[in-house]
T-cell receptor, first 113, second 113 residues
Framework: GESVGLHLPTLSVQEGDNSIINCAYS??????FIWYKQESGKGPQFIID?????DKRQGQRVTVLLNKTVKHLSLQIAATQPGDSAVYFC????????????FGAGTQVVVTP | NAGVTQTPKFQVLKTGQSMTLQCAQD?????MSWYRQDPGMGLRLIHY???????DQGEVPNGYNVSRSTTEDFPLRLLSAAPSQTSVYFC????????????FGPGTRLTVT
């Protein structure tokens, strides 16, 4: 999920396969991370979060992995469905700040039948 | 609950005009924020507020003013619009208790000519 300017990285996934979306975050002291999903023409929607004292968290069909050593976050979506087609963003919370989040550029996920 | 509402949905301004983007939430959330989203990029934080009467600058505050006189409302003012402010603007709110999950509004698409 690295920024490439105007063109988002795209992940094409076949329906039913698992998806893995990656994100590199910038601040080694960030203490909280969120994954958001944004469908076309809508605001971002919360998917799952993880605190920096964890390395894995599971939700319904989604798993977030955190590797603090290399400042890397990933979102795994199991059995990807057409409704999962969207742009996915990771966001990191700056330490000692209640409300300051920095968002990644996003990854476009396209689910093909 | 209506959640987070934003008005207008679309707006076209001429360079130098001023306007206010409205944001309201009915969830009694303490935290509110404004982001802008440009093509192929993630959201960038403009201003945020951790409660009525308290605001702070985000990553890209220049050219924008905010105030928070009530818990419910958090308007964003463009003092003298510039073409560089052409963007989609999202307002978000979050509860100060529990997670930092932000609820986003539907966005305002602003074009400055």
């Amino acid at each position: 999920g690295e920024s490439v300017g105007l063109h988002l990285p795209t992940l094409s996934v076949q329906e039913g396969d698992n998806s893995i979306i990656n994100c590199a975050y910038s601040n080694s002291a960030s203490d909280y991370f969120i994954w958001y999903k944004q469908e076309s023409g809508k605001g971002p929607q919360f998917i799952i979060d993880i605190r920096s004292n964890m390395d894995k968290r599971q939700g319904q069909r989604v798993t977030v992995l955190l590797n603090k050593t290399v400042k890397h976050l990933s979102l795994q979506i199991a059995a990807t469905q057409p409704g999962d087609s969207a742009v996915y963003f990771c966001a990191e919370k700056w330490p000692d700040s209640w409300g300051k989040f920095q968002f990644g550029a996003g990854t476009q996920v396209v689910v093909t039948p | 609950n209506a959640g987070v509402t934003q008005t207008p949905k679309f707006q076209v301004l001429k360079t130098g005009q001023s306007m206010t983007l409205q944001c309201a939430q009915d969830m009694n959330h303490e935290y509110m924020s404004w982001y802008r989203q440009d093509p192929g990029m993630g959201l960038r934080l403009i201003h945020y507020s951790v409660g009525a009467g308290i605001t702070d600058q985000g990553e890209v505050p220049n050219g924008y003013n905010v105030s928070r006189s009530t818990t419910e409302d958090f308007p964003l003012r463009l003092l003298s619009a510039a073409p560089s402010q052409t963007s989609v603007y999202f307002c978000a709110s979050a509860s100060a208790s529990g997670t930092y999950e932000q609820y986003f509004g539907p966005g305002t698409r602003l074009t400055v000519t």
